[in-house]
């Protein structure tokens, strides 16, 4: 019998091959074959895991992947794009964050809990979708029941079957009103549910999830909130009334459920900075032993069991992807139990001239694309000449050199220095098409690439 992952997360990406998943990934990253590749690999064998019996699947435990190289070299967005083409819980955390003054070792734990929340939120977001309609109506109903005066007492020499259809017809005749908003001018008062958030001091040694459930537990009429009444336009009587009623259609013990097997069959956890813990008992100050830091996130990329507040969490099949740069230590410092679970290994290649290029002009959302779409909102017609382009890839390219290399992330500062008199400029030219050519970059950008102790300030 084959396992399925739950709900969307079974989806059209089923049916990718590895090389269509590369196909999908090349449209947002440029270069980094190797670590589409692995990532491909990954995603396609939790697809292959679906089809096993679940004897076998349990057995077969998610191939985790280290990624190595420089910053701005894409590590982060391949697994965040991968992430949204599998439909996959995602979450990012920083590695180092966890060595900060007053970390516990229970603190690794969030990850996993931020994970469930993120879990949680994609489900109820499609449960929402599922009953918008249904939502709409209620919300209709009530908001007529509030501009309907009361029915009048039905005589005893009227016709009832009559007299309901006369009120019927009018309810139906405020109800057009209401969606062609002819109606939106009024004003009507309503029952607002305040939120509270009563106050109160987190026990020691206690977690928060803890206190949470607890509290919740001992105290539910605390949490509920007090009622007031409110006067409103009838636009905002009905959207509050939609939010109500939809959150009133979701059955949240349903979501639960469903967002905690979502997350442990199909979440992905992304570990940066992982190289910032490798070093052995080097650490000097208050931080903590960035070796302890290691055997604390052991368990949870291993396979354990986390409570949260939805409950139970197993990691076991949850992929995890780690990354870092690796300039001062290298992935051998890891401890050598935690190595053995990252069995994938890829290095990602720094970036050049030519991929500047490539990524200012290819991706979906390209740098070039993002700020002439800008500027049109301004009404201004921005051109980038083919010239132009490869000078800002050749003066991204020197600056990295010459100072830090932060990789792609560079264009992001030569852009907005170049830009930066006509996105000031823009609502006032009288001239509203412009042309960005290899003169216009050199003036714009030269005198600062020249000047090294300059550049490493504005670039």
């Given at each position: ?119 949680v ?9 599922e ?50 908003g002819?109606?939106?001018?009024r ?43 409110r ?31 979502r ?23 208050p ?6 830091v ?47 679970r ?15 290029v ?10 070039v ?29 020197i ?60 670039l």
């Amino acid at each position: 019998m084959a396992i399925l992952l739950p709900e969307t997360t079974q989806s059209s990406t089923d049916s990718l091959t590895p090389r269509q998943i590369v196909a999908e990934l090349d449209k947002y990253v440029i270069g980094q074959t190797a670590a589409k590749r692995a990532v491909a690999i990954a995603l396609r064998n939790r697809m292959r895991r679906q089809k096993l019996s679940p004897e076998l699947a349990e057995e077969v435990a998610p191939k985790n992947i280290l990624m190595i190289g420089p910053t701005g070299v894409g590590k982060t967005e391949i697994a965040r794009r991968l992430a949204r083409l599998a439909q996959s819980p995602f979450v990012k955390v920083e590695a180092s964050k966890f060595t900060e003054v007053g970390y516990v070792g229970r603190d690794v734990e969030s990850m996993v809990r931020d994970l469930v929340e993120l879990g949680v939120d994609m489900v109820r977001a499609e449960k929402i979708e599922e009953v918008r309609g249904k939502a709409a109506q209620n919300a209709e109903d009530r908001l007529l029941d509030i501009l309907l005066p009361p029915s009048r007492p039905i005589a005893p020499d009227d016709d009832p079957i009559a007299a309901r259809d006369q009120q019927n017809q009018t309810r139906e005749r405020f109800r057009e009103q209401l969606r062609t908003g002819r109606l939106d001018a009024r004003t009507v008062e309503i029952d607002v549910r305040e939120k509270a958030f009563p106050s109160f001091e987190i026990i020691a040694g206690s977690s928060v999830e803890e206190v949470d459930i607890n509290l919740k537990d001992m105290l539910p009429g605390l949490f509920q909130g007090k009622t007031k009444k409110r006067k409103v336009k009838v636009p905002e009587a009905l959207e509050y009334f939609k939010q109500e009623e939809e959150q009133k259609l979701i059955d949240m013990e349903s979501v639960s459920r469903t967002a905690v097997e979502r997350v442990e069959q199909g979440g992905i956890i992304f570990i940066d900075e992982i190289d910032k813990i490798s070093g052995r008992e080097g650490s000097h100050g208050p931080d903590v032993s960035r070796e302890g830091v290691q055997r604390d996130i052991l368990p949870i990329v291993e396979g354990t069991t986390v409570n949260t507040k939805y409950g139970m969490v197993r990691t076991d099949h949850i992929l995890f992807i780690a990354a870092g740069a690796f300039h001062v230590s290298k992935p051998s410092d890891l401890i050598p139990e935690l190595q053995g679970r990252f069995p994938i290994r890829v290095e990602l290649e720094p970036l050049g001239r030519d991929e500047f290029v490539r990524i200012l002009t290819e991706p979906r959302s390209a740098l070039v694309k993002q700020y002439t779409a800008l500027m049109e909102t301004e009404g201004v017609d921005l051109t980038f000449t083919d010239d132009a382009i490869h000078r800002i890839a050749d003066f991204a390219t020197i600056v990295n050199e010459r100072t830090e290399n932060i990789g792609a992330r560079r264009l992001h500062t030569v852009m907005e220095k170049l830009l930066d008199e006509i996105s000031f400029e823009g609502p006032d030219l009288a001239e509203k098409t412009v042309t960005i050519d290899d003169a216009y970059v050199t003036r714009m950008l030269a005198d600062i690439v020249k000047n090294e102790d300059l550049s490493r300030y504005i670039l």
